[in-house]
Every structure is written in structure tokens, then in C-alpha cells.
């Protein structure tokens, strides 16, 4: 049983929705299936008949470039016998997404193009087809819904707290990514998340990266004299990396600025957006169970350095992956905690409010379902 209200504090999860498979089959459903969701990169799908594959809510979906160079998006499952299409991402498949278990065939548009061992008037194919999936693109990103009603993917960001269309001045889709970490996390994908939505753990969890960001020592986010809600490196910084290398080219719109800054957006319900002077770190929550999560992080430069890198990129991906690291950690050892019978309930102070509307979006989605 949760305990009342407490004065000062909002409640936040329970230890029933950071642990109960119940709990997860409904944010499942509520959520992940009835929301825009991040699953890659445009570039994966730079030639015709290029996949990715993604796993969203209970679903397998999967993205394509057709001939006409428009992605199209299905459910990963063919109609005929129900076996799964495709295992993984990837390129070089060609022009056709062919069943590996009876070989049926069907376009990049999801028709029913070919059934061995049958002639064309044994039966009729336009009476199958794979099931569409809503997807669109934003910035080089690609999202999809499983709802086929869901509101245009732009009028979401615009509802969203994070403000994700800010980012936009960063010119995101010119950046090339020149590393793909992937790491399984053994914590509620909530967790996760209110993890990223605050910094009161940051000067105790990540020391390094407090002395790059002055202002995530005193538990803030953001500088509160700054309108673009960034925040500026100490003096003598020029990157998040263990080398302050100036030679290192800044993303688009940063040499405009003032100072070198950090912005960070979490894109409910899945995605990360981490911007930085010289790359920009676009991350992914996979939710495998109530207690596992799989964390795709996708490190972006400006194209001519991933095509031609003028120092070393390593002491910023190696920082990069240290923070994640401290994150994963310390989210592992909060779920350990939130499983004990003495748990019942999680609060949030009034500077952790990014979390509370994250809490706020969660019961909105899940209450009225």
C-alpha cells in the first residue's frame, strides 16, 4: 500500500509499477503502442529495400525505403502462417521482404508479390497484405506508431514539456554517427528515465562530468538566466570529453552561441536527445521487462569528421560511455531497492520537476486507458 501524500513532495511510482509484469503489459499497451516511438536512424534506410527492424511495446515492426524513396512501416509478421519476416536490421536485401519460413514475398509498399508452389490464380493476392504501421521522420529520426489514429508526429513534439523542436537549430540530420553503443540495463525503463529528468544525484554520481557543466553541481538542469533552457561548460571547456581539443569541429548553430552548452530532451515515451559542442547523442529505451531494459546510444558528429576525424574521437565517446555507465549503475541499484518489501512508494521534490511531468504524461496515458 502506498503511503499518504507528504507535505513538500509529489509521489511518483510505485513499487508495483517499477516491478510487476502487470504493471509492465499495461504501460505496454497504454503506451508504447499508442505513441510515437523512436526506432533509428533515416541513414539505416539509405537504399531501396534497407530494414530496420524495432521492437516497440509487445510488437515487432518493421521500417523500409521503397521505390519511390518514401519509408513505409509494418507489423513484422506475415499474413499467411504468421511466422516473423525479419530477425535484424540491415541492407543489400533488395526490393522484396520474403518470409523465411514458406518464402511468400511481398513489396516494399506490402503486397503480396509472390507464394511458391503456387500459380497466381490459385488464389487472391490482393486479399493479403502486410499490416502498415504509421511512421515519419524528423530531424534524420524515425518514429512510428502502432496507433493507426495518432495525431501527426510535429503536433506531438509541440505538446511535449521537452521541447524537442528547439533542437532543431542543431541541423540533427546532417550528423553522421560514428559509434552504436548498446547496453542491458537491469532496471525499469521509469527508472531510467527519472534518472535523466533530474540532476540531484549528479555531483555525488557524476563527479567528471560536474566539473565539465559547473551548473549540475548545485542539482539543476538548467541555468536559470538562460531562456534556451542549455547549460554552459566551465571556462577552458570545449567538449564532454576527457580531451578539451579545439580542433575538433563544433555541430551546426553552437559557434553562434555565447558559450559552449549542453541541452538535453527526453522525447516521451522513449528517446533521449543529448546535445553537446561537438556531437549529439540520440539514445533509446528499450523495455524488455519490468526489470530490463536494453539502452541504444547513437553518437553523431558533423559528416566530415566521421568521414575524416582531425583528432581522435575516443576521449569523448570513452567520457560519453562513462556517464552512461554511473547512470546504468546506480538505476540498477534503485531497482534492487524499490523490489524490497520496506518500498512502496517514490516522491519527487520541487527540483525534480522534469520527472513530475513525466509522471504526469505516464498517468494520463495509463489512467484513461
Not at 508452389?117 to 493479403?128: A, Q, V, W, Y
Request: glycine residues 6%; charged residues 25%.
Amino acid at each position: 500500500m502506498a503511503k499518504s501524500n507528504i507535505e513538500g513532495l509529489r509521489t511518483s511510482f510505485t513499487r508495483e509499477e517499477y516491478t510487476t509484469a502487470e504493471a509492465f503489459a499495461k504501460e505496454m499497451s497504454d503506451i508504447y503502442e499508442k505513441r510515437w516511438c523512436y526506432v533509428g536512424r533515416a541513414d539505416q534506410l539509405t537504399h531501396i529495400g534497407d530494414r530496420l527492424v524495432a521492437n516497440v511495446g509487445n510488437e515487432s515492426v518493421i521500417a523500409v525505403r521503397n521505390r519511390d524513396g518514401v519509408f513505409r512501416a509494418y507489423f513484422n509478421v506475415c499474413q499467411h502462417r504468421g511466422s516473423q519476416l525479419c530477425d535484424a536490421s540491415g541492407s543489400g536485401h533488395g526490393a522484396a521482404i520474403t518470409c523465411p519460413y514458406h518464402a511468400w514475398s511481398y513489396s516494399l509498399d506490402g503486397k503480396l508479390v509472390g507464394a511458391i508452389h503456387h500459380d497466381k490464380e490459385s488464389f487472391d493476392r490482393d486479399g493479403i497484405s502486410l499490416s502498415p504501421v504509421k511512421i515519419d521522420e524528423w530531424q534524420g529520426l524515425l518514429f512510428v506508431n502502432l496507433d493507426s489514429n495518432a495525431e501527426p508526429l510535429i503536433d506531438w513534439f509541440e505538446s511535449l514539456y521537452s521541447k524537442p523542436r528547439d533542437l532543431e537549430q542543431f541541423k540533427i540530420g546532417t550528423l553522421k554517427s560514428v559509434f552504436t553503443s548498446t547496453d542491458e540495463v537491469q532496471a525499469n525503463w521509469k527508472v531510467l528515465v527519472e534518472n535523466y529528468s533530474e540532476c540531484l544525484h549528479c555531483s555525488v554520481v557524476h563527479p567528471e562530468l560536474c566539473e565539465t557543466v559547473p551548473v549540475y553541481k548545485t542539482g539543476k538542469t538548467t541555468q536559470d538566466e538562460r531562456a534556451d533552457w542549455g547549460a554552459s561548460l566551465a571556462d577552458g571547456k570545449t567538449a564532454i570529453s576527457f580531451a578539451q581539443d579545439e580542433d575538433l569541429p563544433l555541430i551546426p548553430s553552437m559557434e553562434e552561441m555565447d558559450d559552449y552548452s549542453v541541452f538535453g530532451s527526453f522525447v516521451y515515451p522513449n528517446m533521449l536527445i543529448d546535445v553537446m559542442p561537438t556531437c549529439v547523442a540520440v539514445s533509446t529505451y528499450i523495455p524488455r521487462s519490468a526489470t530490463h531494459t536494453t539502452v541504444v546510444t547513437d553518437y553523431l558528429f558533423p559528416a566530415e569528421v566521421a568521414a575524416n576525424p582531425p583528432v581522435s574521437l575516443q576521449p569523448t565517446l570513452d567520457f560519453n560511455e562513462m556517464v552512461n555507465a554511473q547512470d546504468f549503475a546506480v538505476s540498477e541499484r534503485v531497482q534492487r531497492g524499490v523490489a524490497s518489501k520496506a518500498f512502496s512508494q517514490a516522491y519527487h521534490t520541487e527540483m525534480e520537476k522534469y520527472a513530475q511531468r513525466f509522471v504526469k504524461l505516464y498517468r494520463q496515458d495509463t489512467e484513461t486507458n
